[in-house]
T-cell receptor
Framework: NAGVTQTPKFRILKIGQSMTLQCAQD?????MYWYRQDPGMGLKLIYY???????DKGEVPNGYNVSRSTTEDFPLRLELAAPSQTSVYFC??????????FGPGTRLTVL | QKEVEQNSGPLSVPEGAIASLNCTYS??????FFWYRQYSGKSPELIMS????GDKEDGRFTAQLNKASQYVSLLIRDSQPSDSATYLC??????????????FGQGTTLQVKP
């Protein structure tokens, strides 16, 4: 199993551009999560999903959107990128709401 | 607002010593607590979970939970240089209806010196 994969690893965006961060898992987990981690800080939940077709907002959803059309994929869309969205983005999945397995992260810089 | 608080450190201990990491939480409805380890530039990895008051031991790690004091701790015995990392405390729900949402603290950086 590849586990949780994220692409790209690094990205530089200009202010106002849009992009999609990809997340996929091959463990057939129902629960998936998107977090952002600012330097020296913990993780903040952006959006989460409890199964295909079901998504909901976390602590910091503004400026982001998600979709979950399949169990495997949970892409995160950034519209109109702003410098405040410079962060490391982690995707995670879980089989049971307890153990979350994290992807390697995407480091995003908005200039 | 639900919060989980940790001292950011760094906490420095000599090799072989006991490292004690602490965490407090504001939401009395939190029922599950987790410790994640994060090496620099890497993703978090779950090392301990605890749901009931008291101690839970797993190898060199012991998690402690005191719901009355809203306090969670992680003890690492016989600390090794490879334990040097940031330790993230997180609180969440449990049982029916739980979505697995977690509130994370800012993390405590542990340095184990040879």
């Amino acid at each position: 199993n590849a586990g949780v994969t994220q692409t790209p690893k690094f990205r530089i965006l200009k202010i106002g551009q849009s992009m999609t961060l990809q997340c996929a898992q091959d463990m057939n987990h129902n629960y998936m999560y998107w977090y952002r981690q600012d330097p020296g800080m913990g993780l903040k939940l952006i959006y989460y999903s409890v199964g295909a077709g079901i998504t909901d907002k976390g602590e910091v959803p503004n400026g982001y959107n998600v979709s979950r059309s399949t169990t495997e994929d949970f892409p995160l869309r950034l519209e109109l990128a702003a410098p405040s969205q410079t962060s490391v983005y982690f995707c995670a999945s879980s089989p049971d709401t307890d153990t979350q397995y994290f992807g390697p992260g995407t480091r995003l810089t908005v200039l | 607002q639900k919060e989980v608080e940790q001292n950011s450190g760094p906490l420095s201990v000599p090799e072989g010593a006991i490292a004690s990491l602490n965490c407090t939480y504001s939401d009395r409805g939190s029922q599950s607590f987790f410790w994640y380890r994060q090496y620099s530039g890497k993703s978090p990895e779950l090392i301990m979970s605890i749901y009931s008051n008291g101690d839970k031991e797993d190898g060199r790690f012991t998690a402690q939970l005191n719901k009355a004091s809203q306090y969670v701790s992680l003890l690492i015995r016989d600390s090794q240089p490879s334990d040097s990392a940031t330790y993230l405390c997180a609180g969440g729900g449990h049982g029916s209806g739980n979505t697995g949402k977690l509130i994370f603290g800012q993390g405590t950086t542990l340095q184990v010196k040879p």
